[in-house]
């Protein structure tokens, strides 16, 4: 999705040539698939962290352009809302003392656009959803000036054929921050267009694989995204409200949901989909793309990928990359061409952006050590539970935090923290030196989420925390919040991990 579309309008013909091309490039990539056309085997990483800018009352700032036009920075683009900012960390290794790097990098690319935005009067803040957000940012004008999110947002108005209905409320016993014991928290709320998108910043993970090991990979990732989103949870507030612990996950969902009320009835799959089964191919992910999601950007190219490929030349499968980019799995297959060379990704989506570079650095290692361990096991979780399982987890992660009930096989149902101290921890410690981490930054990073765990803390659990102190003080749920994000983002410009922030 990072190109720019031009095409206003599109045609009968315009969708039937691109349904003959992308069976086209799926067919090509399963010839591709079977005769291992593909890059090697090599622990080869990417990230991408997503900004918010707010001004000196912690609103959001729309000022993304302006920004890019002071920065210098060629790891910093735009995104969906007008105030958003991407960074594109390069590829890099796993092993050895790449981890502090990655840090070092995250806060060098975070403090050059913050000192960009300072410059205008703003602040760059890395947070799952801004809780700042009001209504009015919700709205089509507040997207950010580009031809491709004019077209997107327009086909997907189209194909939903009605407003996009948020309905998001607090789960019962919600158990991530204290309670006033008064009735649970409901936001509902119709939006013109796919601008609630822009309200979730997130971390994306990326992991360089060979087909034959894709589908482990997956299926591992698929199986801790409940642990992950608990462990990390930093969106607990939207237009005011508390909602979920993660309430990144459901807004997602919502945003960008183009079935109507009758197909969702009909059990058509949302366009933010979890799954339905484990994998047994990277194949099967693309297949089912295809198979189950129409065209929202109907763009055909050229190109012949048997042609490309009889000429020992990797095709680009364009139409399939950008149906692929309109289908938004919380564990994205990826297919790319770099240096003239095809490679494989999975691309992890389920973690929120923040707190800090320390924060993220550490969601990551534990991403990468667990599901290194997990796909080289002798008896997968995937051969042990079931999807629906894994699927439930992810739910109850996102609602409930750290104190979210988790099943695992062997275990049983065990919360969150509970499971990470007793099995998960001493996973990801055996998977990051499998990969050939440096020990000394598997500790750095390992340790952080155990600390997390030993107080129940998280940037979810902490919000929510200041903002019920500083109501107990007197002042209104604006108030409040306006005042958590203050502390908040001096905790995330000092670097220290959100466990050891302060509440008082």
């Not at 698939?33 to 700032?61: C, H, Q």
């Not at 360089?208 to 992950?228: C, R």
């Not at 952006?353 to 993220?360: I, L, Q």
Request: overall charge negative; aromatic content about 8%.
């Amino acid at each position: 999705m990072g190109q720019h579309l031009t095409a206003t309008l599109f045609t009968a013909s315009d969708q039937a040539r691109y349904r003959h091309r992308i069976h086209r490039c799926l067919e090509a990539f399963g010839t591709m698939v079977s005769e291992g056309r593909f890059a090697g085997a090599e622990p080869s990483t990417g990230v991408e962290i997503e900004l918010a800018l707010v001004d000196e009352d912690m609103r959001p700032a729309m000022l993304n352009h302006a920004v890019l036009d002071r920065s210098a920075s060629d790891v910093l683009t735009s995104e969906l809302g007008r105030w958003n900012l991407e960074i594109n960390l390069p590829p890099r290794l796993l092993p050895g003392a790449t981890a502090r790097d990655l840090e070092q990098d995250m806060l060098d690319a975070t403090w050059s656009a913050g000192d960009c935005a300072r410059d205008l009067g703003a602040r760059a803040v890395t947070i799952g959803i801004l809780p700042t957000l009001a209504a009015e940012h919700l709205a089509s004008d507040q997207l950010t000036e580009d031809p491709r999110y004019a077209l997107l947002n327009r086909q997907m108005l189209t194909a939903r054929g009605e407003p996009f209905r948020l309905d998001i409320t607090e789960p019962p016993a919600s158990r991530h921050g204290p309670s006033d014991g008064g009735p649970a928290e409901h936001l509902v709320l119709d939006v013109d267009s796919i601008a609630p998108e822009a309200a979730c910043t997130s971390l994306q993970l990326h992991l360089q694989l060979t087909p034959d090991l894709f589908p482990a990979y997956w299926n591992a990732a698929q199986a801790i995204a409940g642990l992950q989103v608990a462990l990390a949870a930093n969106s607990p507030f939207l237009l005011g409200r508390r909602l979920w612990a993660e309430t990144r996950i459901p807004l997602f969902t919502q945003a960008v949901d183009t079935r109507p009320v009758e197909l969702r009835n009909q059990g058509v799959r949302p366009r933010v989909w979890f799954g339905d089964r484990w994998a047994q191919s990277a194949y099967d992910l693309f297949e089912e793309n295809v198979r189950y999601f129409g065209a929202l950007l109907p763009l055909a190219e050229d190109e012949d990928p048997f042609a490309e490929l009889d000429a020992g030349r990797p095709p680009s499968l364009q139409e399939l990359r950008l149906h692929n980019g309109t289908v938004w799995r919380w564990n994205r297959p990826v297919y790319d061409v770099a240096d003239g060379v095809a490679h494989l990704r999975l691309e992890n989506r389920v973690l929120p952006a923040g707190p800090t570079a320390v924060d993220a650095v550490a969601n990551a290692m534990f991403f990468y050590g667990v599901i290194r361990a997990l796909a080289e096991s002798d008896r997968p979780p995937w051969q042990l539970m079931s999807f629906d399982a894994a699927e439930a987890n992810f739910t109850a992660g996102a609602r409930h935090g750290i104190e979210a009930a988790l099943y695992w096989p062997g275990i049983g149902t065990v919360r969150a923290d509970e499971l990470l101290l007793r099995r998960m921890l001493p996973l990801a410690q055996e998977g990051l030196a499998a990969w050939g981490v440096d020990s000394e930054a598997a500790d750095r990073y390992l340790s952080v989420i155990e600390q997390r765990c030993v107080r129940r803390s998280t940037g979810a659990t902490w919000q929510v925390r200041a903002v019920a102190q500083a109501e107990r003080r007197g002042l209104d749920r604006g108030n409040a919040v306006m005042e958590m994000m203050k502390r908040y983002l001096e905790g995330m410009e000092a670097n220290v991990p959100v466990h050891d922030w302060p509440l008082d």
